[in-house]
T-cell receptor, first 111, second 113 residues
């Protein structure tokens, strides 16, 4: 079978740092993506890791360890607007057609 | 502005009726996708197409059909065979390069009464 595990909810205060973990078990692995989705909106792409290590994009960073089937999204200097759902997604094939999403982590940022 | 347009945004239908959701993109992307999202759930792949006149079943294709007659368009029909069609439907597109990035439309929320 296939599975992606991520926490269902995370809360933090403005200015803090939060880490959202994702462990996966899939048939085929080419990379791990992260998406943000505000309530009722379209998911937007945040980052992608095909190789082990850390990718940094502004306040957001993403990490991948292929040997541990594990990745995380790190959000720094949290702002109220970061309150949203965050999804990890595994690319199971050589094209994007086989992107498999986790159930998402609801992040709430408090003032 | 380049992007993906889905219509309608909200749709109500009676049980037993087929409905077709529209998806148009002007990003010149070869690949297009349909995902379904239920409350508190991740996105599940219904169908995808990597090139005109070709498409592949995703993880939950039963009760759905698609066509890809033009590069820009990838309509999804929710048929009466779909047992639980009420959901949020998202269309996406991508370049055929492994960047892990999908571009999503704003979604269509279908409610079957």
């Amino acid at each position: 079978g296939q599975s992606l595990e991520q926490p269902s909810e995370v809360t933090a205060v403005e200015g803090a740092i939060v880490q959202i973990n994702c462990t996966y078990q899939t048939s085929g692995f080419y990379g791990l993506s992260w998406y943000q989705q505000h309530d009722g909106g379209a998911p937007t792409f945040l980052s992608y890791n095909a190789l082990d290590g850390l990718e940094e994009t502004g306040r957001f960073s993403s990490f991948l360890s292929r040997s541990d089937s594990y990745g995380y999204l790190l959000l720094q200097e949290l702002q109220m607007k970061d309150s949203a759902s965050y999804f990890c997604a595994v690319n199971r094939g050589s094209t994007l057609g086989r992107l498999y999403f986790g159930r998402g982590t609801q992040l709430t940022v408090w003032p | 502005d380049g992007g993906i347009t889905q219509s309608p945004k909200y749709l109500f239908r009676k049980e037993g009726q087929n409905v077709t959701l529209s998806c148009e993109q002007n990003l010149n992307h070869d690949a297009m996708y349909w995902y379904r999202q239920d409350p508190g759930q991740g996105l599940r792949l219904i169908y995808y197409s990597q090139i005109v006149n070709d498409f592949q079943k995703g993880d939950i294709a039963e009760g759905y059909s698609v066509s890809r007659e033009k590069k820009e368009s990838f309509p999804l029909t929710v048929t009466s065979a779909q047992k639980n069609p009420t959901a949020f439907y998202l269309c996406a597109s991508s370049m055929e390069v492994d960047t892990g990035e999908l571009f999503f439309g704003e979604g269509s929320r279908l409610t079957v009464l």
